[in-house]
């Protein structure tokens, strides 16, 4: 793990300093590598659905419900930052939250826009290390526990819709013991080796709820905006496992996954495979309209963290 740490951190550093021609080449790699995955997963979609009836779906949808699922999304990025302050409170690094959300806007910007460049997450890790001489360990764990309270509130959810989707046949008892099962071990383990990441681990939890609730909701509008009159249940579980399948950064910004694997489970579930084909296109472009608010900070680095006096930091350096 400490290497893998140390790996996330110098190659931030080396994207943020003057780079040798094995480093450009890499990064050069990467996008290329991403851009062929993502290109070649939408050829297989658009094989199967015409884009052409995806595209009328975009022309004739209404604009203030897809206005409302970009509020309802800029909202739960909103909360996803506040989730991530309560694990960096519980290093004792209080930041400001305008600061906290602007980091949190320029790290979406780094994650969508520049594939082959600076990780979200490794700038996170190197700032703070930089700026607040906070060990490059303490912080990668907060982030870890933030994205892992986000996995635990999609598999709530998904335990949740279950119950509502015939073509599932199993037992609830099956998949809910799992979940409670997997709960027990998690919090187990996070509070007998992560002890200090637990210190407002349950509000993070809830908020990771509301951040995974508002994005579907999000979809749930997308949808009503398409005048649909069926079931939505089938289309929100579809969408929390393909955003699963993002965990894998083989594409640009998840593109091409997420239709993929949509479109893989109208095998599955009762779906209109262009509606199937459309929500997720849908949701990239409202993510990715929030995530070019970012580049403003790297435009202008200065406005970061302007207005603000320097962040509380109380921090006992002990890098056990």
Known sequence: MKDLIQTEVEETERAVKPKTWK?????????VLKFAVTSVLLY????????EKVKLRLIHANYWWMFAALVSFFISMIISSWRLSSFFKSIKLKLDPRFNFRLYLLGLFYNFLLPGGIGGDGYKIYLLNKTYKLPAKKVFWAIMFDRLSGLWAIGLIIVALIFLIPQIDIHMGIPLSIFVGGSIVYYFVAYKFFRE???????AH????AVQSLQLLAIVFIMIGQDFTGKYSPYLLSFLISALATIIPISIGGAGIRETVFLQ???????DESLATFLPGSFYIISLIVALLGIYYVVRPSRLEEGLTKAEVNLEIDDK
């Open 23 to 31: 480093d450009t080449l890499w990064s050069v790699a990467k996008v």
């Open 44 to 51: 297989f979609v658009f094989r199967k659905v015409p884009l």
């Open 197 to 203: 990441y637990t210190h407002y681990f349950f509000p």
């Open 265 to 271: 489970l109208t095998k599955v579930f009762p779906m």
């Open 206 to 209: 809830l908020k990771a709820v």
